[in-house]
């Protein structure tokens, strides 16, 4: 079956520090994979999405991330992170069984400490 | 472009009762999907509709429903409502229903049942 994992509730990084977030999936085509952010209050934005070609995507504000097939991981990664980057974060896959579906992780929330 | 609309912002219901939604997409887009989002749980996949049609159903009960319009506006109802049904109710909207699609988010319906 299709599924994301996100193996960290929480994470806590200091303002300027590095970030990764760290996802796994579980697909046995091609896997479509995304990565949007949720604000408080807010709905969700697309950071950045991964088809096909490179495996490093780059995405807005100033996130990356990078496919390894042979990991199933698709980590999340910020060289400085900024006080406004903390939100909850969001792995998912694009799956195709059963009709066209978008597949969610549990999410990951960013504090950020000054 | 507007945005995806969700109306109404917060809700307060009581157990046995049933609740109606309301998400209006980004126009041009026919695609519009229904998300439960609860602590910890992440994202659950309700349903999604394409023109009209029901085009994928996630494992929710049967009290979960929803319905599109021509004009690719949809709706979503609970009936009798449980404690359990307490979350932020995302709706999100695309041009078509591939798996490759990003969605938009709108900011979400909060629904409390006491």
């Known amino acids: 079956a299709q599924s994301v994992t996100q193996p960290d509730i929480h994470i806590t990084v200091s303002e300027g520090a590095s970030l990764e977030l760290r996802c796994n999936y579980s697909?046995?085509?091609?896997?479509?994979l995304f990565w949007y952010v949720q604000s408080p209050g807010q709905g969700l934005q697309l950071l950045l999405k991964?088809?096909?070609?490179?495996?490093l995507v780059q995405g807005i504000k100033g996130f990356e991330a990078e496919f390894k097939r042979s990991q199933s991981s698709f980590n999340l990664r910020k060289p400085s992170v900024h006080w406004s980057d903390a939100a909850e974060y969001f792995c998912?896959?694009?799956?195709?069984?059963?009709?066209?579906?978008?597949?969610f992780g549990a999410g990951t929330r960013l504090f950020v400490k000054a | 472009k507007a945005g995806v609309t969700q109306t109404p912002r917060y809700l307060i219901k009581t157990r046995g009762q049933q609740v109606t939604l309301s998400c209006s997409p980004i126009s041009g887009h026919r695609s519009v999907s229904w998300y439960q989002q609860t602590p910890g749980q992440g994202l659950q996949f309700l349903f999604e509709y394409f023109s009209e049609t029901q085009r994928n159903k996630g494992n929710f009960p049967g009290r979960f429903s929803g319905r599109q319009f021509s004009n690719s506006r949809s709706e979503m109802n609970v009936s009798t409502l449980e404690l359990g049904d307490s979350a932020l109710y995302l709706c999100a909207s695309r041009n078509d229903h591939g798996r490759r699609e990003k969605l938009f988010f709108g900011s979400g319906t909060q629904l409390s049942v006491l």
């Open positions: 991964y088809f096909s070609g490179d495996t």
């Open positions: 697909y046995g085509a091609t896997p479509y």
């Open positions: 998912a896959v694009g799956a195709s069984t059963g009709g066209f579906k978008t597949i």
